[in-house]
């Protein structure tokens, strides 16, 4: 199933990519999300991350030239960091036993951050969650409504 939410989830981002001229965070992000929409808590850990990305490299863009290449290599970067921090050194409380909140991927954090810097917080925001939602109602379609996640 999760194979199949990746597959949707870049031709979603394409879609909109194509039709809107909007990325939906990253060509993986929308099909990632989608398998995460039964736990909200984990997509607002995901996206603080995101955002924390998005003011470090705002931050570091008044000291040194951050464009193209460079910028993407250092979103996906920090946003690997601070993720695996938070997933390792437990910044984020734990609900209960039964749900741990924990950061969507390793590199989803820095290519939601990236879309952010490249077309603003509210596009990449909107499109992501459209484009999450369209994935995750394809699926269960497609897989006749069986638990997700």
């Not at 910044?91 to 039964?98: A, G, Q, T």
């Not at 499109?127 to 109602?137: S, W």
């Amino acid at each position: 199933m999760f194979e199949v939410a990746i597959g949707l989830g870049v031709l979603m981002s394409l879609f909109f990519l194509e039709t809107f001229g909007a990325a939906a965070g990253g060509i993986v992000v929308a099909g990632y999300v989608a398998m995460y929409l039964h736990q909200p808590v984990t997509i607002l850990a995901t996206l603080s991350i995101s955002f924390l990305v998005f003011i470090i490299v705002k931050i570091l863009g008044k000291f040194m030239f951050i464009y193209g290449r460079r910028r993407m290599v250092i979103t996906v970067l920090l946003g690997f960091i601070l993720g695996w921090t938070a997933r390792y050194y437990g910044i984020f409380v734990n609900l209960s036993s039964d749900y741990t909140v924990n950061v969507i991927g390793f590199i989803i954090p820095g290519l939601i951050a990236n879309s952010m810097e490249k077309q603003g917080i509210i596009r990449t925001m909107a499109v992501m969650i459209v484009a999450a939602v369209v994935v995750r109602l394809l699926l269960i379609i497609i897989f006749s409504g069986q638990l997700i996640g």
